[in-house]
């Protein structure tokens, strides 16, 4: 028995109202250009609109003009998806609240996740969306999972509750430490201050 390796992830596909509140949404509210559409190939009664959410990979939306936006919150019982959250940087990050309130939305406020900064609002369709910051950079070669691994081991062995910054500081330290090299004997902390 062999496992079936996965690589990321292709394309999500939502469910979406009429053709132009999901581009008002997804491109007129996030930025993601719009770069693609054609029929849903399954269901020629619905268009299908292809998002660009800026790492490569596509958000894709099915469309029909007979469905109006209902923005009731979408279901998150057993086997819905429950969030859908998106990267911004700091910067877009510290905006958000206020451009949010521009638009007369609704949401959550900054929300303190200890290695990142979240904020939450539902779009249109009542779809709960996450706007997501990390706190950090990993280390160049270093993928932000490896980070998160080495944050959480820290964590558990000093037994505390959730990531905080100061486990993504020491968890980027080792990791820098594994990946690089020095001509150092001892790496350990100094203070050059000190004698």
């Known amino acids: 028995m062999r496992k079936i390796q996965t690589q990321g992830i292709h394309h999500i596909t939502l469910v979406g109202a009429d053709r132009q509140t999901s581009i008002d949404f997804w491109e007129g509210l996030l930025g993601m250009p719009f770069v693609f559409e054609q029929p849903n190939l399954d269901n020629a009664e619905q268009s299908h609109l292809y998002f660009d959410p800026g790492d490569g990979r596509l958000i894709t939306i099915f ?3 007979d469905r109006k936006p209902d923005a009731s919150p979408a279901p998150q019982t057993m086997g819905c998806v429950h969030h859908l959250a998106l990267d911004v940087s700091q910067a877009t990050f510290r905006q958000i609240a206020e451009r949010l309130d521009a638009r007369g939305i609704d949401h959550s406020g ?3 996740r200890g290695f990142m900064d979240s904020l939450y609002f539902r779009d249109p ?3 709960l969306i ?3 910051s990390y706190r950090f950079v990993p280390p160049a070669g270093v993928l ?4 998160m691994l080495e944050a959480h ?3 558990v062995a000093r037994g505390d509750y959730n990531i905080q910054e100061v486990h993504l500081a ?5 990791l820098t430490r594994e990946t690089r090299r020095s001509l150092s004997d001892d790496r350990e902390p100094k203070n050059p201050y000190s004698g």
Request: hydrophobic letters at 40%.
């Open 63 to 65: 469309t029909s003009e």
């Open 110 to 112: 900054p929300v303190d």
């Open 125 to 127: 369709l009542g779809f």
């Open 130 to 132: 996450e706007l997501a």
């Open 144 to 147: 932000i999972g490896e980070v």
């Open 153 to 155: 081991k820290l964590r």
């Open 170 to 174: 020491d968890a980027i330290e080792n």
